[in-house]
């Protein structure tokens, strides 16, 4: 199965988005493995998304992590790439290296092979954002300043999903465009 266009449901969930950041002055930025810019492409098919959407970086090659998002290759060469605090250095290398508001980061397996000891469909997701609310999601921890000098909250959810390489990666840009819109309340 092929897939050309934006994931169901993603279009509508990107409006909803890209309209709530607009409203807030806020701006996202995503650092992409699995999804290889998907993240991005979709929410740049909402019209007016130039207002919330600063950019991305796609991460595939395990060395761009650290060499475009500043991952820290210590971390990659000890747990590799598809790890939660990978997804979490993603998430603040794409607001950081973006200058914006909020920055996601995804890092996974879509299949159909294993990848250093990963089942497929294993996912984790970052975000990165301003710590003016309470984190309301489990794996939340509070990271260093980033350089406009207010508190980054960072959250990670990891997910098990099950399909073919296309189901995955549309699955993990909606569970990140999900995980966005929960702390945009």
Known sequence: MTHSGPPAGGEEQAATLIAALAARGETVA???SLTAGL???TLARVPGASAALRGGLVVYATELKTALAGVDPELLAEHGAVH???AAQLAEGAR???GATWGLGLTGVAGPSAQDGVEPGTVHIGLAGPGTRTPRLSGARVAEPPARGETSVVTVRTLALSGDRD???TE???AAFALLGEHLG
Do not use: G
């Open 172 to 174: 993990s840009v909606l």
């Open 39 to 41: 993240v991005c492409a």
């Open 167 to 169: 189901l995955i990666r």
């Open 84 to 86: 939660p605090e990978v």
């Open 96 to 98: 950081d290296r973006c």
């Open 30 to 32: 995503a650092a992409e």
